[in-house]
């Protein structure tokens, strides 16, 4: 059984950056690992995957240039590193691991993965 932990969401100002990570057991990084996030009263999106090797990386549209996700396999972590943080970007912010980014994106409508318990950011103005 895979397991996911969140880490490093928090309150920040217009402007920070931020930097999450998620911590997995129970799985040999052979997973696609990738984030999402879901605000108040808004459904769960889609924010980026990247594969089992690193080499591949998918960002929703919106994000790209200000979020960057990554892995260490010989720690078992993936990273979502957030710039330019915007008061849009105040939500849920979760883990997943999926046996590949196709499977990956479409988590929240087909199931296949594992999901995390979440972490808070919230961006101030």
């Known amino acids: 059984q895979v397991q996911l932990v969140e880490s490093g969401g928090g309150l920040v100002q217009a402007g920070d950056s931020l930097r999450l990570s998620c911590a997995a057991s129970?799985?040999?990084?052979?997973?696609?690992m990738g984030w999402f996030r879901q605000a108040p009263g808004k459904e769960r999106e889609f924010v980026a995957t990247i594969n089992w090797s690193g080499h591949s990386t998918i960002y929703a549209d919106s994000l790209k240039g200000r979020f960057t996700i990554s892995r260490d396999n010989a720690k078992n972590t993936a990273f979502l590193n957030m710039n330019s943080l915007k008061p849009e970007d105040t939500a849920v912010y979760y883990c997943?691991?999926?046996?590949?980014?196709?499977?990956?994106?479409?988590?929240?409508?087909?199931?296949?993965?594992?999901w995390g318990q979440g972490t808070q950011v919230t961006v101030s103005s």
């Open positions: 997943a691991a999926a046996p590949t980014v196709h499977i990956m994106m479409e988590l929240t409508t087909r199931g296949g993965g594992y």
């Open positions: 129970g799985t040999d990084m052979s997973y696609a």
